[in-house]
């Protein structure tokens, strides 16, 4: 249990209430992959707009769930919002995606969400 996420700043914002926690851990587990998937696609299609924005919806969910990436998001968000064509987010985008899906596997174990 949270290897791939901590819950320190979720437990303090729900107030240790474990519904509310488990209802943003639903919420987690149900938004992200879908952030996740149009993210791709923009970084994928060289979509600088569409990967600023993706990555700046994430970050705050990242930092929330402490997913140890919140330094890459910021630079994926760099890389759309000023379009830096020079520079390769291959290695920093895989990091992002790996941190992601295994905080979403992760939750949906700890948490029984199918």
């Not at 901590?6 to 851990?25: S, T």
């Amino acid at each position: 249990m949270e290897e791939h996420y901590k819950l320190y700043r979720v437990r303090e914002l729900a107030d240790n209430d474990e519904g509310f926690i488990k209802a943003l851990a639903v919420t987690f587990t149900e938004e992200v992959p879908e952030d996740l998937k149009v993210l791709k696609k923009a970084v994928q299609d060289n979509n600088y707009n569409e990967t600023y924005q993706m990555a700046h919806k994430l970050k705050p969910t990242v930092d929330l769930f402490e997913l140890g990436v919140l330094d890459d998001v910021i630079e994926l968000q760099d890389w759309g919002k000023f379009e830096k064509k020079d520079l390769d987010i291959t290695h920093t985008f895989n990091k992002v995606i790996t941190a992601i899906e295994s905080a979403v596997a992760e939750i949906k174990s700890d948490f029984d969400i199918s």
